[in-house]
């Protein structure tokens, strides 16, 4: 999921550069713990099928990156592609896959200027 932010007008002076430049990473971690949090509450609603994705699977999430950076959720798990259902496996298997990753990535982009804008509560008193 891509995210661009456009960076003009008044508000974003230089004066403003440091505190602008903190919220925009601070939104993209908070978008990126709802993306986290969300992938956990759709594996618990399938946890218990038989190909359901392990606890090993969920602990691997986590959100890579730092700021300045993009910010990427991370599973390093090497079944993650048959559990999403892109693996060639997966035609030759009785799981079609779960679609965690786009569901999720297709639900943060519709919620995340929500999300960002809460952050940007937390942000607006240190513009003024």
């Not at 999430?61 to 048959?82: C, F, H, K, M, Q």
């Not at 519709?110 to 008193?125: P, S, V, W």
Request: aromatic share 10%.
């Amino acid at each position: 999921m891509d995210i661009t932010v456009n960076l003009s007008g008044a508000v974003f002076d230089y004066r403003y550069d440091s505190a602008v430049r903190e919220f925009i990473d601070a939104a993209k971690a908070d978008v990126a713990e709802v993306g986290i949090n969300m992938m956990a509450a759709s594996s618990a609603a399938f946890r218990y099928e038989a190909s359901a994705p392990t606890g090993n699977w969920l602990r691997g999430l986590r959100i890579t990156g730092g700021a300045g950076t993009d910010l990427i959720i991370e599973d390093p798990v090497v079944y993650n592609s048959w559990l999403e259902g892109v693996s060639t496996r997966n035609k030759t298997s009785r799981c079609r896959g779960y679609r965690i990753w786009r569901l999720t990535a297709q639900k943060l982009q519709a919620n995340a200027a929500g999300i960002a804008g809460r952050t940007l509560d937390r942000y607006i008193e240190r513009l003024g």
